[in-house]
């Protein structure tokens, strides 16, 4: 026979999951009405991608650890076969509507080169890059809700300065398009694909079931951004807004900025964040992150046990994943994902650079005492 006390924290579990699924959709349906359907799809979207990197533990920072370290190259791929979906169905899209939805396409640069490596170096410090460290922040992770702020700060600095840093040398944008441009992008994919599996530990060269499936769910939903959007998945914007309206609330002179001056960025500090197409993904992904760990009643971490270096350490690298992503044109998101899989060269080059920086971001974390 059941015990009381056995059903009450059963019950009281139902009654959590049910507030959040009703909650959720409330929030979705009053954004919707207020500022527009469109609007309340990209909530939605975004509470898929934060529901699917928290939900299935798909991520980027940590399988390029996982391969570095171990060898293990699951994830990696995971990450490759997910853009090659996207890819499949952007690339034809883009060049035949070019006037309606756009790529993610960006120069090769020295700045750009330089950020990708800081990038890739500083998400191995907090184990998280931009979508990461949102989405563990949503679940309760003191680390990242700690650098999440300074992440913010450190992309409105970096779009504060990216013109000067753009001068200093940038080639013309080079974009992958049409059949052939498609074929060279999942040739290249696969080419990446097989070193990955051809350097894997002995009995390392499977990948799980539920890496498969949150492959699949990603890819549908970063092609329902695209559409909804009429823009790639991006992050580091709308973070960097986040910090732009912050500063201009608090009466900083931002006119000094060739970036934040311009019309387009003016018009978006001045209305609300739910119109912002960045922000609402953003927001979502902490969301769905939220909503997994509070399903799993995980929402309970515990602040580490870390040495003052570490908390400082954590300070810095978000700050300068903040401003090195916006140098870099993306994070593993923007550039990386949407990149590659919208035909961008600087997604290809922005990958090698970031994935040279993570080799020693992996020795900076353990020296900063953040592995325990």
Not at 121 to 133: D, F, K, R, W
Request: with cysteine.
């Amino acid at each position: 026979m059941t015990s009381a006390a056995a059903i009450a924290p059963a019950r009281s579990s139902t009654m959590t999951r049910t507030g959040l699924v009703l909650g959720t959709l409330v929030v979705i349906l009053a954004l919707s009405a207020i500022a527009g359907v469109r609007y309340g799809l990209l909530l939605a979207v975004g509470l898929g991608f934060g529901l699917i990197l928290e939900g299935f533990r798909f991520g980027f920072a940590g399988p390029w650890r996982a391969m570095i370290l171990r060898r293990e190259p699951a994830g990696l791929i995971a990450q490759l076969l997910s853009i090659a979906l996207v890819a499949l169905v952007a690339i034809p899209l883009i060049t035949n509507n070019g006037t309606e939805l756009i790529g993610a396409h960006a120069p090769v640069g020295y700045a750009m080169i330089g950020g990708a490596f800081v990038f890739g170096a500083c998400m191995q410090i907090v184990l998280g890059c931009g979508s990461g460290t949102l989405v563990n922040a949503g679940s309760g992770n003191p680390v990242s809700a700690l650098a999440l702020p300074f992440f913010a700060i450190g992309s409105f600095a970096g779009a504060y300065h990216l013109l000067w840093w753009t001068n200093l040398g940038t080639a013309p944008v080079v974009v992958l398009s049409g059949t052939s441009g498609l074929v060279l992008t999942l040739a290249g994919l696969a080419a990446v694909a097989g070193l990955a599996l051809y350097l894997a530990a002995p009995g390392a060269r499977s990948l799980p079931r539920r890496l498969w499936i949150a492959a699949g769910l990603l890819a549908a939903l970063a092609l329902a951004n695209l559409v909804v959007a009429g823009q790639p998945w991006g992050v580091v914007y709308g973070l960097g807004l986040w910090a732009a309206k912050g500063a201009t609330a608090l009466g900083m002179d931002i006119s000094g900025s060739a970036f934040w001056t311009l019309p387009t960025n003016q018009a978006r500090i001045a209305e609300s964040l739910l119109t912002d197409v960045t922000s609402l993904t953003n927001i979502g992904i902490i969301g769905g992150a939220f909503i997994i760990a509070a399903w799993r009643s995980g929402l309970s971490a515990r602040l580490p046990q870390l040495p003052l270096r570490a908390w400082i350490g954590t300070i810095i690298a978000g700050f300068l994943l903040g401003y090195s992503s916006r140098l870099a044109f993306g994070c593993n998101v923007g550039a990386f994902f949407s990149g590659i899989s919208t035909g961008s060269l600087h997604g290809w080059v922005w990958f090698v650079a970031a994935f040279a920086g993570a080799f020693q971001g992996i020795r900076i974390r353990k020296a900063l005492g953040l592995d325990g």
